[in-house]
């Protein structure tokens, strides 16, 4: 009668696994490169897009500047009896008066 091996044989043929996890790996290096240039050209394009912006938004504050000082105080400030120029005047008398 032939003779039979019952012996358990775990881990007596190992299976080479080289190549899937360096197929993995591979493939996980590959993707972090592509998503490393896609937020390198994200950065690039919303560092134009900021400075371009501020530039815009300086060149409207500017303009506006210009506009409100002449709507509020006209082209010749001058002051006139019920301009606060001449109020704050009064109100520091007042408190001056009011501490002696």
């Known amino acids: 009668?032939?003779?039979v091996d019952?012996?358990?044989?775990?881990?007596?043929?190992?299976?080479d696994g080289f190549r899937p996890v360096n197929a993995w790996i591979s493939n996980g290096v590959t993707w972090l490169d592509d998503i490393q240039q896609f937020y390198r050209e994200r950065a690039a394009i919303e560092k134009e897009y900021s400075t371009k912006l501020y530039t815009l938004a300086k060149k409207n504050f500017e303009r506006k500047a210009?506009?409100?000082s002449s709507l509020s105080v006209g082209d010749t400030p001058?002051?006139?009896p019920g301009s606060l120029e001449r109020y704050d005047g009064c109100v520091s008398k007042i408190v001056q008066h009011g501490a002696d």
């Open 1 to 3: 009668m032939a003779e």
């Open 6 to 15: 019952i012996r358990p044989r775990f881990g007596a043929e190992l299976k």
């Open 78 to 80: 001058t002051l006139t």
């Open 66 to 68: 210009k506009r409100s």
